[in-house]
Every structure is written in structure tokens, then in C-alpha cells.
């Protein structure tokens, strides 16, 4: 990757639904599939306004006939054409992710989906086995995922570095919305309406992200039951969530936490990920994204650091610029957009097994997110008690 060698054998044509002007998810995603040129943008159903969708396209110089009113359009169009798009990105309210994606398979083509992927587990398992009937790949767009010392930290992990694991601190707390600024914000007004944002705001907006890291880092470990607790504190809010904590126990003993938060006055970010061990533990930050924290038992604290050659070959694989050059969330992302690309490239040849062990946040991890989520709000509304994981 260092090398900016290329890892497929042809670009893959590549629609959007969402993201159109002024949507900072939508330029994310933009940057990240295109940077490495495996996706090339050729179509878009970019907003519901269809004129200013039509617009927005031809300013990032697509062709006018390809930017499309509706997804149904785009898809039963694109899916007419000999050189129409082979996958599409979904970056559009929660609410929306099922009809999306279901249409999108229907029509052969692959998916990338924000998350959460669906509101309920049962559509989550019907898009994973239309997904697999079609031979298609979902990806889900756990972003940090694609950071370098995630890898380096589930390495440590599989070698035994850690020790048998006994603690999962996880958290996801920023104190941007300490206020009602859905108010004047609509991009975080929808997030907080339960008819948009589905049964929960942070523990299925931010509460998943450090959720799925640990599943990474530490896959093994599978949880038996857990109790949430939520809170609405900005009252309108009400019934969802804007803090939450979670606690688990895994099968074989470990126990784990996590708080989801968006009322943590004065923290940038707060997204951290702590895995304790019998002989060692490991953090990772995402505000400080290229060093991972090593403490051994009676040694120096150890700070790892990205593109360093003491690390595992398999965290290397995906640096971009030489160590002590700073990465961001862009590379993560990207990252992620260029295994996608290889994932969708196996399948569309009939050799999936050319990809076998390749890492990346596909439908499992969205139908997981989803399933977290649920259990969540059931032991919530019970008044916060321990549930078995179903």
C-alpha cells in the first residue's frame, strides 16, 4: 500500500444514494472509495429534491442522465445497462437503510451502508440471506475500523501478549450535543427523532463503533447477557437515549463495558477502547489514532507507533506514508473502501476463496451492531435489568 500498488484488476462503477450537498458523511465516503481509484462515482441519487440532486451531480462532473430522482430509478436503470454501476454507497437516514439495501440486492448490486444497517434484527437477517442467495457483499461502514493499530492490537491479542482477556472497556462519549442543538441543527434533529433514528440515538449511533473494535480485536469473545441503562437529558429527547451504559458478560468469564454518550461536556471525541489481560492490557484513542498503548505487567508503558517496522507485517500491510507521518480518519476509511473493492471483485469472479481471512465490516457486523442495539433497548425499557443475548 505504501507503494500506491494497485490490488484489483479493474475499477468498479459505483453509485450513491445520499450525500448529496452539504452532507459530510456523503464527501467522506466520496474521498475514501475514490482515492485509491477502485470505485469510479458514474451515477447518483443524491437528494430527495431531484433538481438539486441533478445539480450537485453535475458539479462532481457526472453525466445529468445518470443522476437519477429516486433510487428505484437509479437502480432498475443502472441494472439496464451494460456499463451500470456494480455497487452503490447508502448515506441516508437510518430509517431508510432496509428499503435501500434490500432494493439495491434485488437489483445485483453490491452495497456499502451506514449503520445501523436496519431497526430490528429480523430485517437484518433477512437482508444478510437475500445478500447471500444474490452472492453479493454488504459492507458497513465502521470507519475506524480501518485505522492501522486496530490490526496491530488484535494481533497482540491472537499471540498472546494479553494474557487470557478478562476486561473490555469500551466508550464512545462527546459532549457536542450537551445542549438541544437539534434546534438549529437538522442534520442532528432526525438523529433524535425516533421516527428517523429507529429505537435508539447513541448506543446505535456511536455506542456500535467501539463495540465492533472489540469484536476486531478480540473475536472470541462472545457475549451470554448484558444490562443498559439510558438516559435522556436533554428531556425532548425522550424516549431516546442521549447517555448510556452497558455492561456484558462474555461466555468463558470476561466481563466488559460500554458507555455511548453525546452529553460529555468538553470531550472532543472520547471514543477509547481498553483491553485488559491476565499479563497486559492495550488502549487505543481515536483522537491520537497512530499510537496504541502497551502495558505490561512490571514494565515500561509501551507506545506503539504506526508504520514501524517491530510491528506485525499484517498492521503494516495498510500504510500509506513512512512512520511518524500522521493518519487519519480519510486513510481509515479508505482502508476500508479498498478491501470492499477487493471483496466485491472475488465475488463478481466466482472466487470468493481469492479473499478468504480478508478483514473487513461486512453484513455480519451490521446484522451484530443491529442485534447489540436491540438487546440494549430491551433491557432499558425493563427498567435497566440483565438480559440473556438473543
Not at 450513491?16 to 482515492?35: D, E, P, W
Not at 469510479?40 to 430522482?69: I, K
Not at 455492561?247 to 468463558?252: A, C, F, I, P, R
Request: aromatic share 8%; net charge negative.
Amino acid at each position: 500500500m505504501i507503494h500506491g500498488d494497485r490490488l484489483t484488476k479493474s475499477t468498479l462503477r459505483w453509485g450513491m444514494v445520499g450525500g448529496g450537498k452539504g452532507s459530510q458523511i456523503g464527501y467522506i465516503h466520496r474521498s475514501a472509495a475514490t482515492r485509491d481509484r477502485y470505485f469510479e462515482l458514474v451515477a447518483g441519487a443524491f437528494d430527495l429534491d431531484p433538481a438539486r440532486g441533478r445539480a450537485f451531480g453535475a458539479e462532481l462532473g457526472l453525466n445529468p442522465a445518470r443522476c437519477y430522482p429516486t433510487y428505484v430509478e437509479m437502480f432498475a436503470a443502472e441494472a439496464a445497462r451494460a456499463d451500470g454501476i456494480r455497487a452503490v454507497s447508502i448515506a441516508t437516514p437510518n430509517n431508510t437503510h432496509y428499503a435501500i439495501t434490500k432494493a439495491a440486492l434485488e437489483a445485483g448490486i453490491h452495497v456499502v451502508c451506514e449503520k445501523p444497517l436496519t431497526f430490528t434484527t429480523a430485517e437484518a437477517l433477512e437482508l444478510q440471506a437475500l445478500a447471500a442467495a444474490r452472492g453479493l457483499i454488504v459492507g458497513v461502514t465502521y470507519g475506524y475500523s480501518g485505522h492501522q493499530m486496530i490490526e496491530e492490537a488484535a494481533r497482540l491479542v491472537a499471540e498472546g501478549v494479553l494474557g487470557e482477556i478478562r476486561l473490555v472497556n469500551l466508550q464512545f462519549a462527546h459532549g457536542f450535543h450537551n445542549e438541544a442543538v437539534e434546534l438549529a441543527n437538522p442534520a442532528t434533529r432526525w438523529r433524535v427523532d425516533p421516527k428517523f433514528a429507529g429505537p435508539s440515538y447513541v448506543l446505535g449511533d456511536i455506542g456500535t463503533h467501539p463495540l465492533y473494535l472489540s469484536e476486531v480485536i478480540c473475536p472470541d469473545l462472545k457475549i451470554k447477557r448484558l444490562l443498559c441503562a439510558r438516559q435522556s437529558f436533554i428531556a425532548s429527547r425522550a424516549p431516546l437515549e442521549d447517555n448510556a451504559m452497558t455492561l456484558m458478560e462474555y461466555e468463558g468469564g470476561a466481563f466488559g463495558t460500554v458507555w455511548s454518550s453525546a452529553i460529555n461536556a468538553g470531550s472532543m471525541h472520547g471514543q477509547k477502547v481498553r483491553i485488559v489481560g491476565a499479563r497486559a492490557s492495550l488502549e487505543w484513542w481515536d483522537e491520537q489514532p497512530n499510537q496504541l498503548r502497551l502495558e505490561v505487567q512490571g514494565e515500561p508503558v509501551k507506545i506503539l507507533e504506526r508504520g514501524m517496522g517491530y510491528l506485525n507485517p499484517a498492521s503494516l500491510a495498510d500504510d500509506r506514508i513512512g512512520g511518524g507521518h500522521p493518519e487519519g480518519l480519510f486513510e481509515a476509511w479508505a482502508n476500508l473502501y479498498y478491501r470492499f473493492a477487493l471483496a466485491m471483485e472475488a465475488q463478481d469472479a466466482g472466487s470468493p476463496e481469492r479473499v478468504a481471512g480478508l478483514r473487513y465490516p461486512g453484513i455480519e457486523a451490521g446484522v451484530e451492531g443491529v442485534r447489540w442495539v436491540e438487546n440494549c433497548v430491551r433491557s432499558a425499557d425493563q427498567g435497566g435489568v440483565w438480559v440473556d443475548y438473543a
